[in-house]
């Protein structure tokens, strides 16, 4: 049990376009989904915070208008980065946490290039 | 700040002996905590969890938990090449200014079994 998919699992694209990274829950209902970023051997470093039907808490430096988030069901969470630029290749991790629940179970990650 | 303190590492030990990672957390109240362990380009996965003071052990690991002092840490016996990985420390932390529990990540350790 407690699966999250994310897809796709690496994207190329070009400076000044925007690409959407899904997160999904398969076997629980995720109140509360989690953005995370991570470097070549850096740490984790949380993102934004996302409850279900609610907008989204970022992190401060996390520019919210850059990374948009959509929480719109318990199963499904999206990280849209528009108008991307090379220093936003990175590798995007989700999360989710069930109601009631304090663990949180990764996605696979999302590996973005930007050329 | 509430924190989550790890030695970075690396942590070298030779195949078949005891790895011992440990933990330190700020914040007293903490109830929930968790290891995390994270193979290099991939996403954390979730290998234990403790709630009580004292030993959970689950095959070859064994996570130990001392509220009083404030630590957790994770032990793995007969430590395999295969266990090399980056192993986070995860606690639940109130965030006051949000009003809810956060799960707080450590930096991680970096483990590497010798064979």
């Known amino acids: 049990g407690a699966v999250v998919s994310q897809h796709p699992s690496w994207v190329i694209c070009k400076s000044g376009t925007s690409v959407k990274i899904e997160c999904r829950s398969l076997?629980?209902?995720?109140?509360?989904m989690f953005w995370y970023r991570q470097f070549p051997k850096q740490s984790l470093m949380l993102m934004a915070t996302?409850?279900?039907?609610?907008?989204?808490?970022?992190e401060q430096g996390v520019e919210k208008d850059k990374f948009l988030i959509n929480h719109a069901s318990l199963t499904l969470s999206t990280l849209t980065v528009t108008s991307a630029h090379p220093e936003d290749s990175s590798f995007y991790i989700c999360?989710?946490?069930?109601?009631?629940?304090?663990?949180?179970?990764f996605g696979p990650g999302t590996r973005l290039t930007v050329t | 700040q509430k924190e989550v303190e790890q030695n970075s590492g690396p942590l070298s030990v030779p195949e078949g002996a005891i790895a011992s990672l440990n933990c330190t957390y700020s914040?007293?109240?903490?109830?929930?905590f968790f290891w995390y362990r994270q193979y290099s380009g991939k996403s954390p996965e979730l290998i234990m969890s403790?709630?009580?003071?004292g030993d959970k052990e689950d095959g070859r690991f064994t996570a130990q938990l001392n509220k009083a002092s404030q630590y957790v840490s994770l032990l793995i016996r007969d430590s395999q090449p295969s266990d090399s990985a980056t192993y986070l420390c995860?606690?639940?932390?109130?965030?006051?200014?949000?009003?809810?529990?956060?799960?707080?990540f450590g930096k991680g350790t970096k483990l590497s079994v010798i064979p």
């Open positions: 999360s989710a946490r069930g109601f009631g629940r304090d663990e949180q179970y």
């Open positions: 076997d629980f209902q995720a109140t509360t």
């Open positions: 996302s409850n279900e039907g609610s907008k989204a808490t970022y």
């Open positions: 914040d007293r109240v903490s109830q929930s």
């Open positions: 403790i709630y009580s003071n």
């Open positions: 995860a606690v639940n932390i109130l965030d006051s200014g949000a009003g809810s529990y956060q799960l707080t």
